[in-house]
């Protein structure tokens, strides 16, 4: 009966559930969606773990850019949330990101990594691809309120018409 009493104990511990969602709303609007396949809690450090996460964040109440990856942890401390796994995010306007890690902050409004990232922007006559090695910009894809900073190894690529 030992060993029921310590699997008992493990499970008090950990909780999972299947089908995570959380919204978090202002004055009636929604600000973000944040979904998962599952999720588990870790009492031990109080963070959320999710698998196929998605975060859709909105603007005015409609979705406005979404983030995806094959794992999440949400860090209640520090209200952080880390991304991980074929990391995609699409916004309404035509921005792509593509990393292997993002981590999120609510309080600053921004999206960081120090893996290599992709950053696609595409407007009606043209395509601009920034790629290079960390990155922090807001959720929209665009500069934080310091600028888009590619750390290293920064490239950018533009095809389309120069506008005169």
């Known amino acids: 009966s030992d060993g029921l009493m310590s699997e008992d104990d493990d499970s008090s511990r950990k909780q999972a559930v299947?089908?995570?969602e959380l919204t978090q709303t202002d004055r009636g609007?929604?600000?973000w969606r944040l979904a998962g396949a599952t999720a588990s809690y870790r009492e031990v450090d109080s963070v959320?773990?999710?698998a196929a996460v998605e975060v859709t964040f909105f603007d005015l109440d409609e979705p406005s850019t979404v983030l995806t990856g094959d794992s999440g942890e949400i860090f209640e401390s520090s209200g952080l949330m880390r991304v991980w796994g074929d990391?995609?995010?699409e916004t309404t306007d035509g921005r792509h990101l593509s990393t292997q890690e993002l981590v999120w902050s609510e309080d600053e409004g921004t999206f960081e990594s120090d893996c290599f990232v992709v950053l696609t922007i595409r407007d009606s006559l043209s395509t601009s691809v920034l790629s290079g090695t960390g990155a922090r910009?807001?959720?929209?894809?665009?500069?934080s309120e310091e600028g888009v900073d590619i750390l290293e190894s920064f490239s950018a690529v533009y095809s389309g018409e120069i506008p005169e």
Do not use: K, N
């Open 29 to 31: 609007l929604r600000e």
């Open 137 to 143: 910009l807001d959720t929209r894809l665009g500069p």
């Open 87 to 89: 990391v995609e995010v």
């Open 48 to 50: 959320v773990v999710l």
């Open 18 to 20: 299947q089908g995570y």
